[in-house]
């Protein structure tokens, strides 16, 4: 099973800051998957194959990476972007999640 | 407007079986594989399971392999998860997903599956 390790765990940003969030893999994967997911909501696609937008998703998100190493950036930090975030692999059976990361505003 | 919309879930004691519906409609439902992911209070996600287009291909989570078992009914647009053995661990909200080639593209709201005596 390839095991997604995300960092960092918890995190807080100020409205217009730049925030990074890194996903490490046990072993290479060829594609990397992202979501979003607010309080009380289901999961929203964020980012597929690595660094495609999904639909509708604004352009402040971008991801990233390669190998063992991937990352989902928000360029400029807004309130409404709050929220835990989940990298996702199926390179290799069983499908597996990275544990989340929770970004807060400050 | 594609709409998944998960039923069946409630208390349930441990070691006894529930089956889960998903009525899916806005999409051509054989066109898309599809999958179950759950997750258990104020955890991560956890992928449950996938099934193919018609069926043939069913794919499992290492936690459910041999007590769960996903199938699908293109007549009827519904995606279903029979669940047997259950456990307290496997306690969750469960999310039916359209799994498509980009990822889990379309989530149900869930449905809350409690096991415990």
């Known amino acids: 099973e390839i095991v997604l390790t995300q960092s960092p765990t918890t995190t807080a940003a100020s409205p217009g800051e730049k925030v990074t969030i890194t996903c490490l893999a046990s072993s290479s994967v060829s594609n990397m998957y992202w979501y979003q997911q607010k309080s009380g909501a289901s999961p929203k696609l964020l980012i597929y194959?690595?660094?495609s937008l999904a639909s509708g998703v604004p352009d402040r998100f971008s991801g990233s990476g390669s190998g063992t190493s991937y990352s989902l950036t928000i360029n400029t930090m807004e309130a409404e972007d709050a929220a835990t975030y989940y990298c996702?692999?199926?390179?290799?059976?069983?499908?597996?999640f990275g544990s989340g990361t929770k970004l807060e505003i400050k | 407007e594609v709409q998944l919309v998960e039923s069946g879930g409630g208390l349930v004691q441990p070691g006894r079986s529930m089956k889960l519906s998903c009525a899916a409609s806005g999409f051509t439902f054989s066109d898309y594989y599809m999958a179950w992911v759950r997750q258990a209070p104020k955890k991560g996600l956890e992928w449950v399971a996938s099934i193919s287009y018609e069926g043939s291909s069913t794919y499992y989570g290492d936690s459910v392999k041999g007590r769960f078992t996903i199938s699908r009914d293109n007549a009827k647009s519904t995606l279903y998860l029979q669940m047997n053995s259950l456990r307290s661990e496997d306690t969750a909200t469960y999310y039916c997903?359209?799994?498509?080639?980009?990822?889990?593209?379309?989530w149900g709201q869930g449905t809350l599956v409690t096991v415990s005596s």
């Open positions: 194959s690595t660094s």
């Open positions: 997903a359209r799994h498509d080639t980009i990822g889990f593209a379309y």
């Open positions: 996702q692999q199926w390179s290799s059976n069983p499908l597996t």
